[in-house]
């Protein structure tokens, strides 16, 4: 599934020099409800709540991507004002879970007369990928990851570009500076086909579009470049 990732340029620059993404812990969100599904104004059921959300928090990471990039306040909000990139990847379906949206929190009733005390896998996975209406707008699908190995040299937590996450696409925000030659300069060597373009505000309605002029550019791997000479 082509899904889609925007960020500054500062940060864009950063991935593509490491090759890789930073899983985002949930309560590092711009969603203060995050994890927080669950109707808790009963004080024993917010306990529980907490603490199914603490776990999640240390326990889980996630990439947190849109299904286009053509919404403009997706780039207003994501990418610095239009100012940064949009980063298409294809990624495996079986990693990607929609995530679904509601305008009620769900009423749980939890408690050792209930087998499992009232959880289940249901619950959680509920809990992991269900926003507030107010975020429909995002059309937002999640790569989640288990915590596992941090990174020595800050503690924070990556998933590698490779087989499973492949970057395929490059779009140049509208006000960003980036030239198409910097971000071929930039990429250096691929190992999948990346098609680089620059994004502009449509004439005929409220979206995003490619820019005609300059053209876009496909950068291909080596051995690919080569056969096609």
């Known amino acids: 599934m082509r899904v889609y990732y925007m960020t500054t340029a500062n940060?864009?620059?950063?991935?593509?020099?490491?090759?890789?993404?930073?899983?985002?812990?949930f309560f590092e969100s711009n969603d203060p409800f995050e994890l927080m599904l669950i109707d808790s104004r009963n004080q024993y059921v917010r306990k529980i709540s907490k603490m199914i959300a603490t776990h999640h928090n240390k326990t889980i990471g996630m990439l947190c991507f849109g299904?286009?990039?053509?919404?403009?306040?997706?780039w207003a909000h994501y990418a610095e004002k239009h100012t940064g990139v949009c980063l298409g990847f294809e990624v495996e379906d079986k990693q990607l879970t929609e995530v679904a949206y509601t305008d009620d929190k769900i009423k749980v009733e939890f408690g050792e007369h209930l087998p499992?005390?009232?959880?289940?896998?249901?619950?959680?996975?509920?809990?992991?990928?269900?926003?507030?209406?107010?975020?429909?707008?995002?059309?937002?699908?999640?790569?989640?990851?288990?915590?596992?190995?941090?990174?020595?040299s800050n503690g924070l937590y990556y998933t590698d570009f490779g087989e499973q996450i492949q970057l395929r696409e490059i779009i140049i925000g509208h006000r960003c500076e980036w030239t198409i030659a910097h971000v071929i300069?930039?990429?250096?060597?691929?190992?999948?086909?990346?098609?680089?373009?620059?994004?502009?505000?449509?004439?005929?309605?409220?979206?995003?579009?490619?820019?005609?002029?300059?053209?876009?550019?496909?950068?291909?791997p080596p051995l690919l470049s080569a056969q096609g000479q």
């Open 116 to 152: 499992r005390h009232g959880l289940s896998a249901e619950l959680l996975n509920r809990v992991l990928t269900t926003k507030a209406t107010d975020w429909r707008y995002e059309q937002e699908v999640r790569a989640l990851a288990e915590l596992k190995t941090p990174d020595p």
């Open 67 to 74: 299904k286009t990039w053509s919404s403009p306040v997706m």
């Open 185 to 220: 300069a930039m990429l250096g060597d691929v190992v999948t086909p990346v098609r680089i373009c620059k994004a502009r505000p449509a004439f005929g309605s409220f979206q995003m579009i490619e820019q005609q002029r300059p053209r876009s550019v496909t950068v291909k």
């Open 11 to 25: 940060w864009a620059e950063t991935i593509l020099q490491e090759r890789r993404l930073k899983q985002s812990r």
